[in-house]
């Protein structure tokens, strides 16, 4: 919509101004604002946190008539942690929805949706958060903490995750085939720019791309929109713990896709990829996380929501594909560090006691093991929180260390 009203605005300005005339666009210079990606980035985070606020109680009271109540698992199943979150029983769930809603009309009153960058993220996340939607429902509905078989699961993220990663891989506008430039990655010895295709693997410490895998970057980038967001969804097993991490990600990611689609910044100064539409992502990404510092408001300990694989499965989805569009997949390592820590030690703890018979941790994710080691739930979720924060500056630290 700003977008659009600049436009409007432009062509009116433009107008009076060959005619020698002083009308309307004039008085309403103003509107001017409407065309930087940094006013209306600040103006979607702003919105969509505004948006979570207002609508927030009411959807957590719809919420709680529909009885959709988070079921916890029994003692049988995770022994002492049963006693720890016995009082979160009948907190409802499926509160993604609100981040959904208001990213989605953050990109579209703040950013330009059709942009190729930004409504990718936006489908990938919704599609995302519509598995998830499913399998929370299944849950509230059997009254068991088993949603979707992991079958079913996986078969709809490998469709939303082929069908982004096609998108990306083959989109004109993305690959260079198109009217722009495509990616470039800076100058060569003449001062040209030196062209890198879609399927270039990139990290800031090497000037140069480790490696282009041509077609097959379409698994790759499959990989990491699966990986992403199970790994979000591992994370979110405390009051804001994934909520947390996830504003300290997006607000480095859209930091990242400012300085990207900044000609000098990314190509002479920090060599980092470049194409000229990534700038735009960072609506996304500042719509993301205000929407985020929204739901935390009435995620944080004691929480009254929870999101539910409804938001953590659309929010690694949204992080995966904006980090793919970025060209930083690799640095998603880094600076969504905790939700490669969590996604880690599960890995690590069902490979042990399937080889040894032993466990490495006392629980897993990871962020049970502390809670079981006698740290208090709001112990775990601060320090994991300040873990992500400095994980995700030393990500951003290493764009000039090269």
Not at 183 to 201: H, R
Request: hydrophobic letters at 55%; proline letters at 4%.
């Amino acid at each position: 919509m700003l977008p659009l009203i600049y436009d409007f605005w432009h062509q009116a300005f433009e107008a009076e101004k060959a005619a020698g005339d002083t009308g309307w666009a004039h008085f309403c210079k103003f509107l001017n604002l409407f065309q930087y990606i940094t006013f209306r980035a600040a103006a979607a985070g702003l919105l969509a946190f505004v948006i979570s606020l207002v609508i927030g109680p009411r959807v957590i009271c719809k919420l709680i008539s529909l009885k959709v109540g988070q079921p916890i698992r029994t003692a049988d199943e995770v022994h002492k942690l049963a006693e720890l979150h016995g009082g979160k029983i009948g907190t409802p769930t499926m509160g993604g929805v609100l981040i959904l809603a208001a990213v989605v009309i953050g990109v579209l009153v703040c950013g330009r949706p059709l942009n190729p960058h930004v409504a990718v993220c936006v489908c990938t996340m919704v599609a995302c958060g519509l598995v998830g939607l499913l399998d929370d429902y299944k849950k509230v509905k059997q009254r068991k903490s088993d949603g979707l078989s992991a079958r079913a699961k996986l078969a709809g993220q490998l469709i939303i995750a082929l069908i982004a990663g096609s998108f990306i891989y083959f989109h004109p506008a993305i690959s260079g085939d198109g009217p722009h430039s495509g990616f470039v990655l800076g100058l060569n010895e003449l001062g040209e720019k030196q062209a890198i295709g879609v399927g270039a693997i990139c990290f800031p410490l090497f000037k140069q791309p480790i490696i282009d895998l041509g077609i097959f970057a379409i698994p790759f980038f499959m990989v990491v929109i699966i990986a992403t967001s199970n790994a979000v969804n591992l994370t979110d097993g405390l009051d804001g713990l994934a909520t947390g991490c996830t504003i300290s990600s997006s607000l480095a990611y859209a930091l990242l896709a400012y300085l990207a689609g900044h000609y000098f910044m990314g190509v002479e100064y920090l060599v980092i990829p470049h194409n000229p539409l990534i700038g735009e992502l960072a609506v996304f990404l500042m719509a993301l996380a205000g929407a985020a510092f929204g739901f935390l408001w009435f995620n944080c300990h004691p929480a009254k929501v929870f999101m539910g694989d409804t938001g953590s499965l659309a929010i690694g989805g949204g992080l995966a594909t904006a980090a793919i569009c970025t060209k930083q997949e690799l640095l998603l390592v880094i600076i969504g560090g905790v939700f490669v820590m969590e996604a880690a030690s599960v890995i690590l703890q069902v490979g042990s006691f399937k080889l040894r018979k032993k466990r490495i941790f006392k629980m897993s994710p990871i962020h049970h093991h502390f809670e079981l080691l006698g740290w208090h739930e709001s112990q775990v979720i601060t320090r994991f929180w300040i873990l992500s924060i400095m994980l995700a500056l030393f990500g951003l630290a290493l764009l000039k260390i090269a």
